[in-house]
């Protein structure tokens, strides 16, 4: 076993965990620390950052479960707070499903790279500054008080995060308090709709690129970066939900365009760390 390579994915499953909810890109830094580490080959980098995302949303399924069970019995049962948070996680996932399957792998070959990832986060810190300089009247203050058309609206700008840089969490947690929920409904809307989007972009990945992963040590080294995933990002959803109740998200949007501007100017001066 490489130690060394061990090391190398209990380090991206941190990254994971602390980025993948937060408003900051978790694809963009997972692919910015495998290049900074010459983590694997890129062939198995990239299954294993698409992969690893899987940890992330376990510890959300596992840190909301029960209301999690409610939403999905509620869709039977009739219980109305229930059946429409079910409903609407369903509503909200179908447009990154299909624009996933049908351009997912044209996207993973274009632009998982650092250029596109410093665009993305620049771009997405100006979003953030705005919304919250100009922050809409709030009127859905828990996630159950979405309605239908929230859903449908937050599943459509959700699909922007197939683009490095964007982040899926920011794209949909900015979204929904555009369209006028409460910041700790959006970052809770958010956590649950990650989990068919993330579960299923995992898995389909892993079944198409079967065949990267061809020794056990390949099998160990990714469940070992999901496992560290789940355990920090675990830690990181209980202390963003604390985060989000009392402050806002331009210390987000501040590190997103310094970052991206850091990224750009390593880019195209070829400047390395090492």
Do not use: C
């Amino acid at each position: 076993m490489d130690l060394l390579l061990l090391l190398k994915a209990a380090i991206m499953g941190i990254v994971e965990g602390i980025t993948e909810f937060l408003p900051i890109s978790s694809t963009g830094h997972l692919i910015l620390a495998a290049e900074l580490m010459d983590f694997w080959t890129k062939e198995k980098s990239d299954v294993f950052v698409i992969a690893i995302q899987m940890g992330a949303i376990a510890a959300v399924i596992y840190e909301y479960w029960t209301r999690l069970w409610g939403a999905a019995t509620g869709m039977f049962t009739g219980e109305e707070k229930g059946r429409r948070l079910g409903f609407g996680l369903i509503m909200a996932s179908i447009p990154i499903i299909l624009i996933g399957l049908t351009f997912g792998q044209t996207v993973k070959e274009l632009l998982f790279n650092d250029v596109a990832v410093a665009i993305g986060l620049i771009i997405g810190g100006f979003i953030i500054m705005w919304i919250e300089k100009h922050p809409p009247q709030v009127r859905a203050h828990e996630v159950e008080d979405l309605t239908y058309r929230d859903a449908i609206w937050i599943g459509l700008i959700q699909v922007l995060s197939l683009i490095p840089g964007t982040s899926r969490s920011g794209a949909t947690i900015i979204g929904a308090m555009f369209l006028g929920v409460s910041r700790k409904a959006a970052t809770e809307f958010s956590f649950f709709l990650g989990i068919p989007v993330i579960i299923g972009a995992g898995l389909l990945d892993l079944y198409q690129s079967y065949d990267v992963f061809q020794t056990t040590e390949d099998w160990t080294v990714l469940s070992f970066g999901i496992i560290v995933s789940f355990v920090s990002a675990l830690l990181l959803i209980r202390a963003l939900v604390a985060y989000v109740a009392k402050r806002d998200f331009m210390i987000f949007a501040w590190y997103r365009i310094a970052s991206g501007l850091i990224i750009l100017l390593f880019a195209f001066t070829g400047w390395k760390l090492w």
